[in-house]
């Protein structure tokens, strides 16, 4: 059975577990479906914001291979054309010289024509085959020119392919990025259709239970986490984190409260919401911290930048992301170990002072029992006084009863013995005449 407390009146009425868990869906089935909903919204602009993203870096990285490439390609057209009129320059250049010798060989021919026939003869053939060699000469530097050419167009070529090749290449691994964020909005919409109300109302209470429970035996061997069901003062809180030291001193307790919110909850609900009824938890239960696991306002910048201490609104009270849930019970546990001796001092002094008070206490207690007793016995006393006084008063209104009854028996029977025959008789000649028969044969008899 549950106890449920109405909002409105304030009074307390009692349900079973069937009708708990029924009243449990309808409040919680319409906040998971908006809040699913919401969800299922904010990855799907996430997706397009991811999407749009990958097109952008695509871009970019193809503009800058296009601009690493149009470079490259300007550079070996700069150098092509470097060559090209170095080429020219050298043709020129051999141009120059074997028209100088030319010029010369043909000025040594004509002084050599006028001297002699046959040396002219020979100069010509030198000359010729000088114009040969130059003619060789410029030829293979042609051949040379126009080979570097091609290797430059090829390397050109092979650039545009290896950039082509890249741009495919990224083209395929960001497809394959949305293809993956596609998958996992599918999956989160399957997972939709799969949750009950429950699961989702109790999945960050499972996530952080999960992971408490995966370092309980190593970290916090002595500590006691459980659920708080105690909701006598109208409301509690969803887990209690309390440690102890080997000789039972407690070291530190926190009060966790766990707020997650669908995405299809119509009303969004913040943080600032949940730190009074927190806080008043945490002093009902006694915790010396309250921190709220919060996944609510996930865009807020303050939630999301790590641990926000909220002390200005509520003493040691701090808002998290489930991120760090473990972090947070480390830091306030390892802040506490700090204070632990003075902690042990301090319960030493309280326990002799709780032997004094108790003294005190038991003295106080036996003095008030002694005096509760004794006007209760007072009380009796007075009432069995006040009995007895009516008793006695009864006794001798009897008393006085029964003396009037004798006296009226001492009449009676003083007037039975005044009583004869002759007052019998007395005025009824009848009876005096029966009563002398009577008398007449008694005397016969008696003869």
Do not use: W
């Amino acid at each position: 059975m549950h106890e449920i407390i109405c909002p409105h009146c304030a009074k307390a009425f009692k349900i079973d577990e069937a009708g708990y868990a029924d009243i449990l869906k309808q409040v919680r089935d319409k906040d998971f479906e908006h809040q699913l909903h919401e969800r299922l919204e904010l990855a799907e602009k996430d997706k397009l914001k991811e999407v749009e993203l990958v097109k952008s870096n695509i871009r970019n990285e193809m503009h800058e291979v296009a601009a690493a490439r149009e470079a490259e390609i300007k550079k070996l057209e700069a150098k092509l054309e470097a060559e090209e009129v170095a080429r020219k320059l050298a043709v020129k250049e051999a141009l120059s010289s074997v028209e100088k010798e030319r010029d010369v060989l043909a000025n040594e021919l004509d002084k050599v024509r006028q001297e002699n026939k046959a040396a002219s003869t020979l100069a010509e053939a030198k000359l010729v085959a000088n114009e040969t060699a130059q003619k060789l000469a410029i030829a293979e530097a042609l051949s040379k020119v126009e080979k570097e050419r091609d290797e430059l167009k090829n390397s050109l070529k092979q650039s545009e392919l290896e950039m082509r090749l890249s741009e495919k290449s990224l083209k395929d691994k960001y497809e394959t990025q949305i293809k993956d964020r596609d998958d996992a909005i599918e999956r989160l919409k399957d997972m939709k259709a799969r949750l009950s109300t429950k699961m989702v109302g109790e999945t960050l209470e499972q996530h952080c239970e999960t992971e408490f429970n995966r370092i309980r035996a190593t970290a916090f061997s002595r500590a006691y986490f459980e659920k708080d069901n105690d909701a006598r003062g109208g409301s509690k809180g969803d887990y209690i984190f309390r440690d102890c030291d080997e000789a039972g001193t407690e070291i530190v307790s926190i009060m966790f409260e766990m707020k997650n919110e669908s995405d299809e909850t119509a009303t969004k609900k913040k943080n600032e919401d949940f730190l009074k009824e927190l806080d008043k938890d945490r002093n009902e239960k006694s915790c010396e911290y309250a921190v709220l696991v919060s996944l609510l306002e996930p865009e807020s910048e303050l939630y999301n930048s790590g641990i926000v201490d909220v002390s200005h609104r509520f003493p040691k009270m701090y808002v998290i992301r489930p991120q760090f849930f473990i972090p947070m019970i480390t830091l306030l546990r390892n802040a506490a170990q700090n204070s632990l001796k003075f902690k042990t001092e301090l319960a030493l002094v309280k326990s002799q002072n709780i032997d004094i008070t108790n003294f005190e206490n038991e003295l106080d207690d036996f003095k008030t029992g002694f005096a509760r007793n004794y006007e209760l016995a007072s009380k009796k006393f007075k009432t069995a006084i006040d009995e007895i006084d009516k008793t006695i008063d009864h006794l001798q209104k009897t008393k006085d009863a029964l003396l009037g009854s004798e006296n009226n028996l001492r009449i009676a029977n003083n007037k039975a013995d005044d009583l004869t025959v002759k007052k019998l008789t007395k005025g009824n000649p009848t009876m005096a005449a029966k009563f002398a028969e009577l008398k007449k044969d008694s005397d016969s008899t008696s003869e």
